[in-house]
């Protein structure tokens, strides 16, 4: 069983900036493919990001040049840097982690992330 831990969050005036965390309980390099994904009120949840075990990324048009996801293997952590922040950016936001053989997946808890304008 994989653990997920969210942090970073936060609430953020429009234009600025947020580094998500997410602490993998076990290896990162073991998982086939990460992502973020987020959902506002009354919305479906979206990917924003992802990050496959090759390192090639992944970004939602919405936030291109904006978002950036890495990884830091030696923290088995995965991050979401997030500039210029919009207030359309407002949703909770989860980390996702998958394996394809066998399949399994994974979600966090979810982190808070407010954008007020």
């Known amino acids: 069983q994989v653990q997920l831990m969210e942090s970073g969050g936060g609430l953020v005036q429009v234009g600025g900036s947020l580094r998500l965390s997410c602490v993998v309980s076990?290896?990162?390099?073991?998982?086939?493919?990460m992502g973020w994904y987020r959902q506002a009120p009354g919305k479906q949840r979206e990917l924003v990001a992802a990050?496959?075990?090759?390192?090639?990324?992944n970004h939602a048009d919405s936030v291109k040049g904006r978002f950036t996801i890495s990884r830091d293997n030696a923290k088995n952590t995965l991050y979401l840097q997030m500039n210029n922040l919009k207030p359309e950016d407002t949703a909770v936001y989860y980390c996702?982690?998958?394996?394809?053989?066998?399949?399994?997946?994974?979600w966090g808890q979810g982190t808070q992330v407010t954008v007020s304008s």
């Open positions: 990050l496959n075990k090759k390192g090639n990324t």
């Open positions: 076990g290896s990162i390099l073991n998982i086939d493919a």
């Open positions: 996702n982690a998958e394996y394809y053989r066998p399949y399994a997946d994974y």
